[in-house]
């Protein structure tokens, strides 16, 4: 599958190339569901959405034998909000809630394992300067930002009788830069993400140890753009690539170590938006997939353990409404 998601990527370059034969006149309205959209001072800007998602993969052992294949269904509500401190300075707080359900089928044999996971996700608070304005007369638009999320809730594996958590089991943060231009039909724009994963902690229901994870770093380059066909209706298009790093996990139970080797994935994603209010509410509906590159987990000491997952496939469907109170 890894031709497909470069001929979507290249679509979505291709389009966004495309797109600047229809009005190229330079303007820097800020506008609702545009992935420059910045509050203004004193504005409060809100999102919320609901998606559902459904993820494959196969897990196979250290001789390379297939030992299962699962499904995981998620359905996950989120709630954003941005407050406008200046023109070029804003505060953002994300939370959610989320659902999932793991069905494992053990393979060659094997009755069907279910499993389900529920509960608040980890607050995000998040701020936002806009260090160079295109309204102000630049050529573009340049946005930092810089997130920060606490370790806010106990991250618990779910076993056959309790439930598990959402929750990480540590800190994160993300530091990114957002680079884009905007015409009256049309907007570009490029992204930087360095994602920083503080080391995590997780209960195992089960046998009541726990799974250390170690802390590291993860990296995503995108491309967004927007389409704007009439002023009410307009379509999102964007790719993005994630560049996972391997990360040491210690069972507290086993003593054993082993090296989590994560792989990489490119999202590839589309939403068409109306504007129900112009420009003051504004509902999306979007589709999102992610191809995932295969994982591993090498035991240094007990290679017989070696775990690998391949042909990961996620399909993400959600709609938003997205509102601005003045």
Not at 108 to 125: N, Q, Y
Not at 257 to 270: E, F, I, P, R, S
Request: hydrophobic share 35%.
């Amino acid at each position: 599958m890894r031709w497909t998601k470069y001929l979507g990527a290249a679509s979505v370059i291709c389009l966004s190339t495309s797109a600047f034969a229809q009005d190229a006149a330079p303007d820097a309205a800020r506008i609702v569901s545009d992935p420059l959209y910045l509050p203004m001072q004193g504005q409060v800007f809100g999102e919320t959405s609901y998606d559902w998602g459904s993820t494959s993969l196969d897990t196979f052992n250290a001789a390379g034998a297939q030992t299962s294949t699962s499904n995981v269904t998620s359905n996950d509500i989120g709630q954003q909000f941005m407050y406008g401190l200046t023109d070029d300075l804003a505060l953002r707080f994300d939370w959610g809630y989320d659902t999932r359900a793991t069905s494992r089928h053990p393979m060659p044999t094997g009755g069907l394992v279910t499993r389900s996971s529920s509960g608040w996700t980890d607050p995000d608070f998040g701020i936002t300067w806009r260090a160079i304005d295109q309204a102000a007369g630049g050529p573009f638009s340049f946005d930092l930002r810089a997130d920060y999320s606490p370790d806010a809730f106990p991250a618990r594996i779910a076993n056959a009788d309790e439930g598990g958590t959402i929750g990480r089991g540590g800190q994160a943060a993300d530091f990114g830069f957002t680079l884009g231009h905007e015409t009256r039909d049309f907007t570009l724009a490029g992204t930087f993400d360095a994602n920083w994963l503080d080391t995590r902690n997780a209960l195992n229901q089960t046998t009541g140890d726990n799974t250390i994870t170690d802390s590291q770093w993860n990296y995503r380059l995108g491309l967004a753009s927007q389409f704007r066909f009439t002023p009410v209706l307009s379509m999102n298009a964007g790719v993005g690539h994630t560049f996972s790093n391997s990360s040491d996990v210690f069972n507290t139970s086993s003593d054993l170590m082993h090296v989590a080797h994560g792989g990489d994935y490119t999202d590839l994603n589309v939403a068409l938006n109306y504007h129900f209010i112009p420009n003051t509410v504004v509902g999306s509906i979007g589709y999102q997939h992610n191809f995932y590159d295969n994982t591993h987990n090498v035991f240094p000491t007990a290679p017989a353990d070696d775990t690998s997952t391949r042909n990961r496939d996620e399909d993400i469907v959600g709609v938003t409404m997205r509102y601005v109170l003045n």
